[in-house]
């Protein structure tokens, strides 16, 4: 006898019940394993979803995003955001975006230890930043 289960669903259901059958499964085994395949699939979508959901929150939402973006805006290369990651570390900010708020940060005379080094790099990148901005 078909269950009213298989009924409702389709001719798949019928199918997938006959070809059961035939193996020796019966219906109630057939909507176990159509459970398991359900509960499996869900638990993929979901996974997917709250995936992309935590990609696109750090591509809107994070400081790296923030400084990349930046860094695009202005036109800098791999070097330059290197050098503005190094400020910022130097300089202990909590992000290396601040370093795009305010030119003291780049200011030469504020450089320390290794940084000194690249005064020139660090002045051309000031320029840069800050020039486009006014200009």
């Known amino acids: 006898m078909i269950s009213p289960l298989f009924a409702a669903m389709s001719p798949a259901g019928y ?19 159509l459970v398991v395949a359900v509960v499996g699939m869900a638990i993929v979508c979901g996974g997917v979803y709250a995936g ?10 994070s400081h790296l995003a923030l ?4 860094s695009r805006v202005h036109g800098l290369d791999r070097r330059a955001r290197g050098l503005v990651r190094q400020v910022a570390k130097v300089h202990h900010l909590s992000s290396p975006a601040r370093v795009f708020t305010e030119p003291n940060w780049l200011a030469p005379d504020s ?15 000031r320029s840069r930043i800050f020039s486009e901005a006014s200009g």
């Open 15 to 33: 199918a997938l019940l006959a070809a059961g059958r035939g193996r020796g499964m019966d219906s109630g085994q057939i909507i176990m394993w």
């Open 52 to 61: 992309t959901r935590a990609s696109q929150r750090w591509k809107t939402d």
């Open 67 to 70: 400084v990349y973006g930046l």
């Open 111 to 125: 450089l320390k230890g290794p940084l000194q080094s690249r005064s020139t790099e660090i002045a051309a990148l």
